[in-house]
T-cell receptor, first 115, second 114 residues
């Protein structure tokens, strides 16, 4: 199993550009999520999905869109990039919501810089 | 809503010394508690977790943590630090009520000197 994969690893954008961060998992996990990591702030939840076709907002959703057309893929779209979106983005997945304390598996991250 | 406080953004120890990373949580219902480790330029990896049962939890790489309900704490320890333990450590909490969103602390960077 490849686990959780993310592309690209690095990206530089100009203010106002749009782009999609890709995330895929091959573990047949129901739950997928996107976090951003900023210095001194830990990881904050952007959006999450509890299954194909079902998404919801997390703590910091503004400026981002998601969709979940398949179990495997959960792309994150930046609609109009802003310098405040400079961050490291992590995708994570876990098997189920119904069993307590399920481990979330994280991808290697995408480091995004918005100029 | 649940929250996590990690005391100390940086902790420095000598190789062979005790490692103690502090985590306090706030939760309105019995929590699930996690410690994750992040090595440089990598994603997060689960060290250990507490769900129910035994309050002393053992994880990978010789780490362990004890859930203390009365103190709302879940401190991470390792008896003897190794250079390879240098990383950032995150405590996280979730609640067994519907969607189990993970809430992370701000992280503690562990520095290990020879």
């Amino acid at each position: 199993n490849a686990g959780v994969t993310q592309t690209p690893k690095f990206q530089v954008l100009k203010t106002g550009q749009s782009m999609t961060l890709q995330c895929a998992q091959d573990m047949n996990h129901e739950y997928m999520s996107w976090y951003r990591q900023d210095p001194g702030m830990g990881l904050r939840l952007i959006h999450y999905s509890v299954g194909a076709g079902i998404t919801d907002q997390g703590e910091v959703p503004n400026g981002y869109n998601v969709s979940r057309s398949t179990t495997e893929d959960f792309p994150l779209r930046l609609l109009s990039a802003a310098p405040s979106q400079t961050s490291v983005y992590f995708c994570a997945s876990s098997y189920s919501l119904t069993s307590g304390g399920n481990e979330q598996f994280f991808g290697p991250g995408t480091r995004l810089t918005v100029l | 809503a649940q929250s996590v406080t990690q005391l100390g953004s940086h902790v420095s120890v000598s190789e062979g010394a005790l490692v103690l990373l502090r985590c306090n949580y706030s939760s309105s219902v019995p929590p699930y508690l996690f410690w994750y480790v992040q090595y440089p330029n990598q994603g997060l990896q689960l060290l250990l977790k507490y769900t129910t049962g035994a309050t002393l939890v053992k994880g990978i790489n010789g780490f362990e943590a004890e859930f203390k309900k009365s103190e709302t704490s879940f401190h991470l320890t390792k008896p003897s630090a190794h250079m390879s333990d240098a990383a950032e450590y995150f405590c996280a909490v979730s609640e067994d009520t519907g969607f189990q969103k993970l809430v992370f602390g701000t992280g503690t960077r562990l520095l290990v000197s020879p």
